[in-house]
């Protein structure tokens, strides 16, 4: 494990993924703060998790589109097979690098919120999207999460 060390930016090789991250918190109705829309808009650490690489579950939350159209910066999460690696480049100039050991799909009413954000034994990651989106109301019903584990 490492020291905590915010992280400043992330890239997924096996998808072509990666931003700069945002550092977000709660709102003021307690829910998570999500990252702007757009295209190329970053994804963003939630700043009430461990930094990667730390013990426990570093949160990062990204959209599957962007705003009118196109992919968000998580558009191609489903396409990620176990041992897909992680990078999140830290403030300290260190890289933390996860090894995904899964994802899942979650609708938003059941979110199983402490198997997301619950302590771990190790340093692990959380990669959150949404997912299921329903044509009929131009919402996502559902939560995407690839579960990943520290590895360097």
Not at 47 to 62: D, K, Y
Request: aromatic share 8%.
């Amino acid at each position: 494990m490492l020291e905590a060390s915010a992280p400043v930016s992330f890239s997924i090789p096996a998808i072509g993924a990666g931003s700069d991250l945002l550092s977000l918190g709660l709102r003021e109705n307690g829910s998570l703060e999500v990252p702007p829309e757009g295209p190329g808009a970053p994804a963003s650490w939630y700043n009430q998790s461990p930094t990667p690489g730390e013990r426990g579950p570093a949160v990062l939350l990204g959209h599957v589109n962007a705003t009118g159209g196109g992919p968000g910066v998580f558009a191609d999460l489903r396409a990620l097979k176990a041992g897909d690696l992680i990078e999140v480049q830290r403030e300290d100039g260190s890289t933390a690098t996860f090894a995904v050991t899964k994802g899942e799909q979650y609708p938003k009413d059941e979110f199983p919120t402490q198997r997301v954000y619950g302590n771990t034994e190790g340093a692990e990651i959380r990669l959150i999207t949404c997912d299921g989106y329903d044509p009929a109301t131009g919402e996502f019903d559902d939560n995407y999460v690839v579960y990943a584990e520290l590895v360097t």
